[in-house]
């Protein structure tokens, strides 16, 4: 499942809390950007879909997207070979 199929991207902020957003698309770097809430402090929260009532993992997020009120979502398949991980480390 990707992103862009999902029925709605939610972040999980320190602050903020649960925020929930749709709307959204991916940048030619590769973040996912939708449109929800947070504040200062929710910074590398968990991002994690919903489809079809089962909860996929997507990324950590980063904070608004250049100015504006989207949100930016660094994805998972970009943070875990950084780390040296792959999904069989789990």
Do not use: W
């Amino acid at each position: 499942m990707t992103a862009g199929e999902a029925d709605a991207i939610r972040v999980l902020g320190a602050v903020s809390r649960l925020s929930c957003g749709t709307d959204q698309y991916h940048t030619s770097s590769g973040r996912l950007v939708f449109e929800a809430t947070c504040n200062h402090g929710d910074s590398g929260a968990p991002a994690f879909a919903l489809k079809d009532r089962v909860i996929h993992p997507v990324g950590t997020m980063e904070g608004h997207y250049e100015g504006t009120l989207h949100l930016a979502v660094m994805p998972l398949d970009q943070i875990m070979p950084a780390l040296h991980l792959d999904s069989m480390t789990f």
